[in-house]
């Protein structure tokens, strides 16, 4: 059974703090996302990136980063977090050619306060 | 990315069928899909439509395309509870890497 697996459901950040939301799948897949869901915004795109050490700046990047050094693995890092940045993000992967069919990991909801 | 539009909300009775719309921007996608996202998961592949086609039926689940309109449905006959979810209609991205999606329909079946 294919996974996308993310470090934290859950995380309550202060203002400030540097924060690391890790990602790992298991599928051997090239491409890897993080988007932000928001009420009312949908789904947008953070980062993603396309293979190891690559890496693509999607609709939202400012304020955040990204790091891909292992191809399962990839991490998405808030430099120093604002409440804005208060949101549920999902990471995603796909195999090489198929951008379509993402799986989706179940999201961490982060709280800056 | 461009906006996809489709509806916020929709509440339809057990066993109707539901209809959710959508209005995409680019016409040179090559595949337009419906993501799935039920109550505290990620989003879920629930089907996906090659752009030459007008349609695509899968069990209850019918996918209707209009290119000259740029307008794409998910029609679902016998609409149960478990249906309640959030749809996200997707379409590719100019980056050849991710999609655009909607800002999701959230569907309620009520019993």
């Known amino acids: 059974d294919v996974k996308v697996t993310q470090s934290s459901r859950y995380l309550v950040k202060r203002t400030g703090e540097k924060v690391f939301l890790e990602c790992v799948q298991d599928?051997?897949?090239?491409?890897m996302f993080w988007y932000r869901q928001d009420p009312g915004l949908g789904l947008r795109l953070i980062y993603f990136?396309?293979?190891?050490?690559?890496?693509e700046k999607g609709d939202i990047p400012e304020g955040y980063s990204v790091s891909r050094e292992k191809k399962e693995r990839f991490s998405l890092i808030l430099e120093s977090a604002s409440t804005n940045q208060t949101s549920m993000y999902l990471c995603?992967?796909?195999?090489?050619?198929?951008?379509?069919?993402?799986?989706f990991g179940p999201g961490t909801r982060l709280t800056v306060t | 990315g461009e906006d996809v539009e489709q509806s916020l909300f929709l509440s339809v009775r057990e066993g109707d069928s539901s209809v959710i719309n959508c209005t995409y921007t680019?016409?040179?996608?090559?595949?337009l899909y419906w993501y799935k996202q039920e109550p505290g998961a990620g989003l879920q592949l629930l089907t996906y439509?090659?752009?030459?086609?007008d349609m695509k039926q899968d069990q209850r689940l019918t996918v209707l395309l209009n290119k000259k309109d740029k307008h794409l449905s998910l029609r679902i006959a016998d609409t149960q509870t478990g249906d309640s979810a959030i749809y996200f209609c997707?379409?590719?991205?100019?980056?050849?890497?991710?999609?655009?999606f909607g800002k999701g329909t959230s569907l309620l079946v009520t019993p």
């Open positions: 995603a992967s796909s195999r090489r050619g198929t951008a379509y069919e993402q799986y």
């Open positions: 599928m051997d897949h090239e491409n």
């Open positions: 990136s396309y293979d190891v050490k690559m890496k």
């Open positions: 680019d016409s040179s996608s090559t595949y």
């Open positions: 439509i090659f752009s030459n086609m």
């Open positions: 997707g379409e590719d991205s100019n980056s050849g890497y991710a999609l655009n």
